[in-house]
């Protein structure tokens, strides 16, 4: 079985920065992807970053050249380094690693950023 702790969150005011982490552990084989999803209230969960097994990365577009995705492979951990931060990127956020045959999440962790 596959479990992800994330760590991290909390409350930052605009313009502040936060730094996520999900650490992987159990048996994992064959990752696809490791990332990161949202979900603020009223709002359906997102995509905000993913790093795939390959370094390619994907971001949505109202994040992009303020989060930046990476990966530590030997730790099985992936961070999301989070700058500029706005009151819309209140959310709770959510760990995703995909394999060839499952998707495991997070439990989520709670980033408030007041205005």
């Known amino acids: 079985q596959v479990q992800l702790v994330e760590s991290g969150g909390g409350l930052v005011q605009a313009g502040g920065s936060l730094r996520l982490s999900c650490a992987a552990s159990?048996?994992?084989?064959?990752?696809?992807?490791m990332g990161w999803y949202r979900q603020a209230p009223g709002s359906q969960r997102e995509l905000v970053a993913r790093?795939?097994?390959?370094?390619?990365?994907n971001y949505a577009d109202s994040v992009k050249g303020r989060f930046t995705i990476s990966r530590d492979n030997a730790k099985n951990t992936v961070y999301l380094q989070m700058n500029n931060l706005k009151p819309e990127n209140t959310a709770v956020y959510y760990c995703m690693l995909s394999t060839k045959y499952n998707t495991y999440w997070g439990q989520g962790t709670q980033v408030t950023v007041s205005s």
């Open positions: 790093i795939y097994s390959s370094g390619s990365t």
């Open positions: 159990g048996s994992i084989f064959s990752i696809n992807a």
